[in-house]
């Protein structure tokens, strides 16, 4: 059988704060620029979520997409849509919710939801021009 990949493109918005509390305030401001607004800032982000395995020969699918759309609603959609991602948010306690951390704690909390070794790649769109790719550890 021949390894399949299938893609899942959702979106969400949310405000957050780039800030690192190891560094000064003048430190994070000369870093993180207009995004260190002590009141946060938004985006209208995008997330890819790919699995890869086999295509089951009963039912010629590798995963469902509507399962795993449920899959992504419930362990990251539900959690952070519209919400302050520092204070609204208990799995980003204590780190700073820059893209390439969101993208690794979004990981965290999908692959449980998901069929062992099934989830394969994370792309966390924070615009139209950037983006974090994530492919686990």
Not at 50 to 65: A, C, D, H, S, Y
Request: with cysteine; net charge negative; charged share 25%.
């Amino acid at each position: 059988m021949s390894m399949i990949y299938i893609t899942r493109r959702v979106t969400f918005s949310a405000s957050h704060r780039l800030h690192s509390d190891a560094l000064s305030d003048e430190e994070n401001r000369r870093v993180f620029g207009k995004c260190n607004n002590p009141n946060g800032h938004g985006h209208n982000y995008a997330l890819k979520v790919t699995v890869r395995g086999e295509v089951n020969p009963e039912t010629g699918i590798v995963l469902n997409f509507f399962d795993l759309q449920d899959a992504i609603d419930a362990a990251i959609l539900d959690e952070v849509d519209h919400k302050h991602i520092n204070l609204d948010v208990p799995a980003f306690k204590g780190i700073n919710p820059t893209a390439e951390n969101m993208v690794v704690v979004f990981w965290n909390m999908l692959e449980p939801k998901l069929p062992p070794g099934l989830l394969y790649e994370m792309q966390l769109y924070e615009t139209d021009n950037d983006h974090v790719t994530y492919r686990g550890t």
